[in-house]
């Protein structure tokens, strides 16, 4: 008679000996065989044991105590991530239930479930101990030829990018001539991290004595944690079929002059901002505040800016002007193209590099009627000047 064991026998077993007991035991306290409980330990990711004997037990045990909150998982996390599986919930509610983002319980279901489709949190849990606890060998310390070869490369002005790429290009079938390039920024900039000359760092395109912190870091005080995210916009926003959504952004001239501009995105109506001396947060929420405070409450539904600081006073122009503001994701100006394809047209009256506070509100006002009575084939010929009369005539 062949004996089945159920799920929670199975479960019973691996938290056994990942606790420390060795695999006879264990699958005997579950009314296992030895060769059932080789066979269910082979499953779980193969991991090393000291014996695969009869006394064999883990070299390395996780700890049972867990430690302070991290960016790693604890036994408990991923405690709830096995019940929520085994439950059928998404990876979003899991995450929801743990604190953590859905991408977080997917790479963890991913990377740990056995070949039987199980997760076990335990051997999650003792993987991940044992994979921090093993030392990892330093690409290119010692390594004298990679490192000859990187050199000459960034002596010639290749990026650490480009050199790991054609490494990979050039030696596809050889991992030891091989390297990212985050392990070239590591040896350049971290002692002990490999073996690159040290003026290679003065190599690089932007000559940083040392590395900026990752973004993580550097927007840890953003005053856009509380924002609402371009993500969050209603669809509406994005198939144009509403009225009153604007983009916005600044155009930068010599000596640190700006003007803003905004662009409604059914009509592409064009308002510039005259910004005076600076555009500080101040500056430019008083111009957004004066400007789309004479367009009706239909017309200024939304705004989506980028997370330039110039619009930190973000939540002052929302309850003036009862309006939603957006923000892009960092580095993301083609999140808001039809202000991008705008500013790019209006360059013919305010150059690139040249002083923008030279043009008073009233040269300001005759710049955005010639755009606004331009025609766009976007708007089959229409302007968007008549498009926005309409809107306000219907209205």
Same mark, same amino acid.
């Given at each position: 008679?062949?004996?089945?064991?159920?799920?929670?026998?199975?479960?019973?077993?691996?938290?056994?000996?990942?606790?420390?007991?060795?695999?006879?035991?264990?699958?005997?306290?579950?009314?296992?065989?030895?060769?059932?409980?080789?066979?269910?330990?082979?499953?779980?990711?193969?991991?090393?044991?000291?014996?695969?004997?009869?006394?064999?037990?883990?070299?390395?045990?996780?700890?049972?105590?867990?430690?302070?909150?991290?960016?790693?998982?604890?036994?408990?996390?991923?405690?709830?991530?096995?019940?929520?599986?085994?439950?059928?919930?998404?990876?979003?509610?899991? *995450?929801?239930?743990?604190?953590?983002?859905?991408?977080?319980?997917?790479?963890?279901?991913?990377?740990?479930?056995?070949?039987?489709?199980?997760?076990?949190?335990?051997?999650?849990?003792?993987?991940?101990?044992?994979?921090?606890?093993?030392?990892?060998?330093?690409?290119?310390?010692?390594?004298?030829?990679?490192?000859?070869?990187? *050199?000459?490369?960034?002596?010639?002005?290749?990026?650490?990018?480009?050199?790991?790429?054609?490494?990979?290009?050039?030696?596809?079938?050889?991992?030891?001539?091989?390297?990212?390039?985050?392990?070239?920024?590591?040896?350049?900039?971290?002692?002990?991290?490999?073996?690159?000359?040290?003026?290679?760092?003065?190599?690089?395109?932007?000559?940083?004595?040392?590395?900026?912190?990752?973004?993580?870091?550097r927007h840890k005080n953003s005053p856009y944690k509380e924002a609402f995210k371009i993500s969050e916009r209603p669809a509406e926003v994005q198939d144009r079929a509403?009225?009153?959504?604007?983009?916005?952004?600044?155009?930068?001239?010599?000596?640190?002059?700006?003007?803003?501009?905004?662009?409604?995105?059914?009509?592409?109506?064009?308002?510039?901002?005259?910004?005076?001396?600076?555009?500080?947060?101040?500056?430019?929420?008083?111009?957004?505040?004066?400007?789309?405070?004479?367009?009706?409450?239909?017309?200024?539904?939304?705004?989506?800016?980028?997370?330039?600081?110039?619009?930190?006073?973000?939540?002052?122009?929302?309850?003036?002007?009862?309006?939603?503001?957006?923000?892009?994701?960092?580095?993301?100006?083609?999140?808001?193209?039809t202000n991008e394809n705008t500013n790019r047209l209006l360059r013919f009256w305010l150059e690139k590099g040249s002083d923008l506070s030279v043009h008073t509100p009233?040269?300001?006002?005759?710049?955005?009627?010639?755009?606004?009575?331009?025609?766009?084939?976007?708007?089959?010929?229409?302007?968007?000047?008549?498009?926005?009369?309409?809107?306000?005539?219907?209205?």
């Amino acid at each position: 008679m062949v004996n089945v064991f159920s799920l929670d026998a199975r479960t019973e077993f691996f938290d056994l000996v990942c606790g420390g007991m060795s695999i006879l035991a264990a699958a005997r306290r579950v009314g296992a065989t030895h060769g059932t409980g080789r066979n269910w330990w082979a499953q779980s990711g193969h991991m090393m044991t000291v014996d695969m004997g009869p006394v064999g037990g883990l070299s390395d045990p996780a700890p049972t105590a867990e430690g302070p909150e991290g960016r790693a998982l604890n036994l408990a996390e991923r405690g709830m991530i096995q019940m929520g599986l085994r439950s059928g919930l998404s990876y979003a509610r899991i *995450g929801e239930l743990i604190g953590r983002d859905r991408s977080v319980v997917w790479r963890e279901a991913k990377r740990n479930t056995g070949a039987d489709g199980v997760y076990y949190a335990s051997v999650a849990h003792t993987k991940a101990h044992q994979a921090r606890r093993r030392p990892k060998a330093l690409k290119l310390v010692g390594d004298e030829a990679l490192c000859r070869l990187i *050199g000459v490369w960034m002596d010639d002005g290749w990026s650490p990018k480009l050199i790991s790429a054609m490494l990979a290009f050039y030696f596809p079938d050889d991992q030891t001539m091989q390297v990212s390039h985050e392990t070239i920024y590591q040896a350049l900039y971290v002692q002990s991290r490999g073996s690159l000359r040290a003026d290679l760092a003065e190599k690089l395109s932007l000559k940083r004595k040392q590395r900026v912190p990752h973004a993580a870091d550097r927007h840890k005080n953003s005053p856009y944690k509380e924002a609402f995210k371009i993500s969050e916009r209603p669809a509406e926003v994005q198939d144009r079929a509403v009225p009153g959504h604007w983009e916005g952004d600044l155009i930068i001239g010599c000596d640190g002059t700006a003007i803003g501009t905004l662009v409604e995105r059914s009509t592409r109506f064009t308002i510039l901002l005259h910004l005076p001396g600076d555009h500080t947060a101040d500056t430019v929420a008083a111009a957004m505040i004066r400007e789309m405070g004479k367009l009706p409450d239909h017309l200024r539904r939304s705004i989506t800016w980028d997370r330039g600081t110039e619009l930190a006073a973000y939540a002052r122009i929302q309850t003036a002007l009862d309006t939603t503001l957006y923000f892009c994701d960092p580095h993301s100006p083609w999140q808001r193209g039809t202000n991008e394809n705008t500013n790019r047209l209006l360059r013919f009256w305010l150059e690139k590099g040249s002083d923008l506070s030279v043009h008073t509100p009233e040269d300001l006002r005759q710049v955005a009627a010639k755009l606004n009575r331009r025609p766009r084939p976007t708007l089959n010929l229409e302007t968007p000047a008549n498009r926005l009369n309409q809107l306000l005539h219907a209205a």
